[in-house]
């Protein structure tokens, strides 16, 4: 693996209905910071049918590119397509660093992504920062620099763990929704839109939906709530 291949920031841009999930806003946001402490442009990876029109959205929110992976195979989430989606994409267009929200679905799809491109993840980050590994110099070990630096909580929450992935590209982490911000939207801002579809062979991985079942709920979802008060 030549590491010099690999470059930008990438983001899967999880979508259900139709409709752009909060977190991959955040994670622009991120990933805009992150770009440009690197000298690099923030990707947008758009999964699913008929879903090009998303892409202005992701624009404004701080993509500089969208890749499109459209097919019917992806109009409901189901783990063997997707997954097969996003390992090409990764695997054609070599991202330095791939993002994805740890959601129900990128808990299920980055782990199996990351198993295809043979490369580490660190699960549920809560902080994403650009600099040396290892982090203090040793003697006699070389220290590399520009690395995505993922933090996370470890042993129940007692310590913080940080954790590199020096060796092997891309490196990827699944973030916690909530804890990145989104930037003030740019409006009317233009991403460049690639449409690349690497051709879905249903197999015997591909489960067959035969239903879905939407709860109805006057709720709201905690995660998009800007204050919470618990008692």
Known sequence: MSLEEYKDVYVFAQQVDGEISGISFELLGKAKDRAAALGQKVVAVLMGYNVKGLADSLAEYGADKVIVVDDKELEIYRTEPYAH????????????????????????????????????????????????????????????????????????????????????????????????????????????????????TPNDRYVTVKEVVKAVSDTVDIINANILVSG
């Open 85 to 200: 989606g996003l390992a090409s994409v990764i695997n054609e267009f070599k991202p330095e660093i791939m993002l994805v929200g740890a959601t129900a679905i990128g808990r299920d799809l980055g782990p199996t992504v990351s198993a295809r491109v043979a490369t580490g993840l660190t699960a549920d980050c809560t902080q994403l920062d650009i600099g040396d590994f290892p982090l203090v110099a040793i003697p006699g070990k070389e220290q590399k620099h520009n690395q995505l630096l993922m933090t996370r909580p470890a042993f129940g929450g007692n310590t913080i763990a940080t954790i590199a992935c020096p060796d092997n590209r891309p490196q990827m982490a699944t973030v916690r929704p909530g804890v990145m911000q989104k930037i003030e939207p740019i409006k009317g801002a233009k991403a460049e839109v690639v449409d690349y579809n690497p051709g879905f």
